[in-house]
């Protein structure tokens, strides 16, 4: 329905008919994210930009479209996959690791916002994953720098195996399965 949740206008357009189609909406699980190697001072403006959209701005284009279907639903579920790397950001993913803090701080205010509504939000904050196209694209002379200074400070290690796909899956879906008075985040 939509190309990208980075443009306010398609997010827009596409809840109305994903509401049309669905007879309401339920659920929002906001998990588009891109991690671009921007060593910061070396990286394009635009692609810092980009990723702040995605990032950030998308969640709140899509939980501002998706909250006033779920209102009129009586009540619904926003699931907001952050990244363990709020804790530690990884080097050269410093704006993706702030991006994921802010929708973490968006989903502690949204909380107290909507209390009382039957909109119940909840993170999830997960690790590396063993499937994902995150690190596609990256210039091949920045990865090589990247995967130096992570395994010279120990980032995989402290990180821990990564995990399959299916799992965080799974989780989400055992979250949608507590109670409504459960608000939770999963870190």
Excluded at 53 to 66: D, E, F, Q, R, S
Excluded at 135 to 150: D, F, Q, S, T
Aim: charge should be neutral.
């Amino acid at each position: 329905l939509f190309r990208s949740v980075a443009d306010a206008r398609e997010v827009a357009t596409a809840f109305p008919a994903i509401a049309e189609r669905f007879d309401g909406l339920d659920l929002l699980v906001n998990n588009a994210a891109i991690g671009q190697l921007l060593p910061l001072g070396e990286a394009d403006p635009a692609h810092v930009e980009y990723e702040v959209k995605v990032n950030l701005l998308g969640p709140v284009h899509c939980i501002g479209a998706a909250l006033p279907l779920m209102r009129r639903r009586g009540g619904g579920d926003v699931f907001n996959i952050s990244s363990e790397s709020v804790l530690r950001p990884y080097p050269m993913l410093g704006v993706y690791a702030a991006t994921k803090s802010g929708l973490e701080t968006l989903s502690r205010s949204l909380r107290a916002e909507l209390r009382g509504e039957g909109i119940r939000v909840c993170v999830l904050r997960v690790g590396r994953m063993k499937e994902s196209g995150f690190n596609r694209g990256w210039p091949p002379a920045l990865r090589e720098r990247y995967l130096g200074i992570v395994a010279r400070e120990g980032f995989h290690a402290a990180s821990g195996e990564p995990i399959r796909p299916a799992v965080v899956a799974d989780a989400l879906v055992d979250l949608a399965c507590l109670p409504r008075e459960a608000q939770v985040e999963l870190v």
